[in-house]
Every structure is written in C-alpha cells, then in structure tokens.
C-alpha cells in the first residue's frame, strides 16, 4: 500500500498535468493557421481594404463588432449569429438593434476565406482579425493577432443587454462593466479610444448636447444642427464620434474629450474630474503612447473566455451553426 506521502504526490502530479493540458488547450498563438491556412491574412484584409475604400465608416463597424463580440461571453462568434425560428441569438439586442453592421462583410470574408483554406478558420478569429486590420488602414497600429478561437453554437441576447456599456453609462458603471471582463481603468481609456473613428445616431447623444453642461459651446452648436431636439425627428442622422477626424485612427479622441468635445455622455464621462483623466491627458499629448496601449488592451480584450480545443465549432457560415 502507497504511503500518505506517496499518494499526495501523485495527487499533486495529476493535478499539475491538468492543468498544463487545460492550460495549452486554451492558449492562442500568432501562427495558429501558419501551416493550415497560409493565405488567410492576405485574403482578409483585401476585402476589409475593399469594404472600407466602398464606405470609410465600415472600419469602425468592424471593429465594433469584436468589441460586441468579447464582450458577452467570450469572443466566440456568437453576435454573428442570426435569429431563427428556434432561435434568439444578440442581434437585436438593445446595444445592438440597428446599430451593429457590417454582417454582409463579415459574410464576404468567410466565403472567401473557406475558399482557400474550407473548414479550418473560426469566425471568431476572423473577427479579430478584421478588427486589426480595419485599424490599421485607417492609419492606426497593426499588431499580431493571437488565434485559434472556435465558435460559439449558441448566443445570449440577455447577457448582450446586460454586458455591453450603453453610451449612457457614468464613469463607475463604465470601470464595473470593464472589471467584469478582467479589464483594467488603463484598458477602459484606451479601447474606448476605438471611438476616435466612427459615427453614432442622433438617438444615442441628443440626451447629452440638449440637457449637459460639461461641453464646448461651439461643438453642442454643430452637434445640434443634425439632431433636432424633438424625440422621433432626425434620430438616425450621424455625426462623427470624433470631432476632428471620425475616419483616421488616431489620438484627437483623446483631445477633443479634454475640449469638452465627447459625442456621448459615456465618452465625456472619462475626462470629467475622475480617475481617468490621466490617462486621457496622456494620449491626448502622445498619440504613440495611446497606439502602444491600445494594442496591448484589444489582445488582453481577445483573450476573454475564448473557446478552444474542442469545445465550440468551425462554423462554414458565420450567420448559423453548422
């Protein structure tokens, strides 16, 4: 019979070996498809390039949808998902109902890429990949993207409603919902510095440029000129999430917010006399800084419960489950 001393430390073993399997289960890698998928990158990023040359906005759109994506349960995929009959996936979602797009890209990518390399890319991952490569042709840092995500066969619009910050949000609410998904207040400033390309709805300001003191005069003045105060009249006009420059990725977010010059309240809220107001004094006089910050937080953000191994699938359409 094995000593107490022995059976521990075979105990202990096993546990260790648990855990380094779990462990290289879950982990992401740079060359996750080197050798299984040589011509993804080249194939994704012309179409991204296509899409964005057809409209600038669609950048942001693309990279919006990863934020979406991570966000509620992991970046696995699932607010690619559409609704069916037996099924409520997070399209229509409060966040999301006529707001989230770029679906028929994402679609065009898929086709495109399962051409060259069928069955074998994740949906998941291509969203991440497209989210670089939108910032990166619209002038912003490009970094290696961790893959080897697999995607997700259901969806939560609830978790969608309750997990993604609505532009309404004060700054606590705003620091709670990122601590959630193991972000830090440095991660909050500079993923929201996503907002320096990008538009929003009439809808979702008119609160903020009719009824808030904290803003520059002169913005409330153009802002105003496109989203009547009447609720129901105008609420789909645009206006730029960045005053200055709404299609080039760059730090002038971060300098219009100290101008008082933030679209949403959500925005305004990180440069307004809290503990954020560091961070954004910091981009807004190094543009390099926030570039550095801003891709050390969106591969953090990517990391977020992804599914890996064989859990999930490879879906061939990103719109349903195989």
Not at 54 to 73: I, P, Q, W, Y
Not at 114 to 120: A, F, H, N, T
């Amino acid at each position: 019979m094995a000593s107490p001393s022995s059976f521990s430390k075979a105990i202990l073993t096993l546990a260790c070996v648990v855990l380094l399997m779990g462990g290289t289960r879950a982990q992401l890698s740079t060359d996750f498809y080197a050798k299984t998928c040589p011509k993804l990158f080249p194939t994704v990023k012309k179409i991204v390039r296509a899409a964005i040359a057809n409209e600038t906005r669609m950048g942001a759109s693309l990279l919006r949808l990863f934020f979406h994506d991570c966000f509620v349960n992991g970046c696995d995929g699932s607010n690619l998902l559409d609704d069916t009959p037996t099924f409520t996936g997070e399209k229509n979602a409060m966040p999301n109902q006529n707001s989230l797009r770029g679906f028929d890209v994402v679609d065009r990518i898929k086709s495109a890429v399962e051409k060259v390399c069928p069955s074998i890319v994740s949906c998941a991952d291509l969203l991440a990949i497209i989210a670089r490569d939108s910032v990166g042709i619209l002038g912003g840092p490009m970094w290696d993207v961790k893959l080897g995500r697999r995607d997700a066969r259901t969806a939560s619009q609830a978790a969608a409603n309750n997990s993604i910050p609505p532009p309404t949000n004060n700054l606590s609410a705003l620091i709670s919902s990122f601590q959630n998904q193991g972000l830090s207040l440095k991660d909050l400033v500079a993923l929201y510095g996503g907002h320096t390309i990008g538009q929003a709805r009439c809808t979702n300001f008119r609160a903020r440029i009719y009824n808030e003191s904290n803003l520059d005069s002169s913005f409330a003045r153009v802002a105003k000129s496109n989203c009547p105060r009447v609720t129901g009249v105008g609420d789909n006009n645009l206006a730029g999430l960045d005053f200055q420059s709404a299609t080039s990725f760059d730090n002038s977010y971060y300098i219009n917010l100290i101008k008082k010059r933030g679209l949403l309240h959500s925005d305004q809220q990180l440069f307004n006399g809290g503990s954020t107001d560091s961070f954004i004094r910091t981009y807004a006089k190094s543009q390099s800084t926030f570039f550095k910050d801003f891709v050390a937080s969106i591969i953090k953000m990517g990391d977020i419960k992804p599914l890996t191994g064989s859990n999930g699938e490879i879906r061939k359409k990103c719109r349903r489950v195989n």
